[in-house]
């Protein structure tokens, strides 16, 4: 449980201040979005960092029970599914990116909201 409650400590600030960012700050995030998008470099060197990062979650992290730490493995795996994607089809991952962003301020916010809970939930365990 150790693993869980530091996983938490880390990944819940996190998520809160990109939540908020993503609120705060829309416009400057479509602007990343374009960018990353338009980069074959940053698209590939974000989906490595992606896949790193879930890749360690998930051999620190592989936890299947019914209980809040479960949260912490299925985004390890989604890191890992996103990393992945990014690496191995970066066409398709910046056609659905364009589908978004032509609905961004609907994404944005839902995404901002998910993200905020997440890491408040997070905050909450591993910090109390």
């Given at each position: 449980?150790?693993t869980s409650l530091?996983?938490?400590?880390?990944?819940?600030?996190?998520?809160?201040?990109?939540?908020?960012?993503?609120?705060?700050?829309?416009?400057?995030?479509?602007?990343?979005?374009?960018?990353?998008?338009?980069?074959?470099?940053?698209?590939?060197?974000?989906?490595?960092?992606?896949?790193?990062?879930?890749?360690?979650?998930?051999?620190?992290?592989?936890?299947?029970?019914?209980?809040?730490?479960?949260?912490?493995?299925?985004?390890?795996?989604?890191?890992?599914?996103?990393?992945?994607?990014?690496?191995?089809?970066?066409?398709?991952?910046?056609?659905?990116?364009?589908?978004?962003?032509?609905?961004?301020?609907?994404?944005?916010?839902?995404?901002?909201?998910?993200?905020?809970?997440?890491?408040?939930?997070?905050?909450?365990?591993?910090?109390?």
């Amino acid at each position: 449980m150790d693993t869980s409650l530091f996983l938490a400590k880390l990944i819940g600030p996190i998520f809160v201040i990109v939540g908020i960012g993503l609120l705060l700050n829309g416009d400057r995030y479509r602007v990343v979005v374009d960018e990353v998008m338009a980069s074959h470099t940053l698209l590939y060197v974000f989906g490595a960092m992606a896949l790193t990062g879930g890749l360690a979650i998930v051999l620190t992290h592989n936890v299947w029970v019914w209980n809040w730490p479960v949260i912490i493995t299925i985004v390890g795996w989604l890191m890992i599914v996103r990393g992945t994607l990014r690496i191995i089809l970066p066409q398709q991952v910046e056609d659905l990116a364009a589908k978004m962003v032509s609905r961004w301020s609907n994404i944005l916010q839902v995404s901002g909201l998910l993200v905020i809970t997440l890491g408040a939930f997070l905050c909450w365990k591993g910090f109390l």
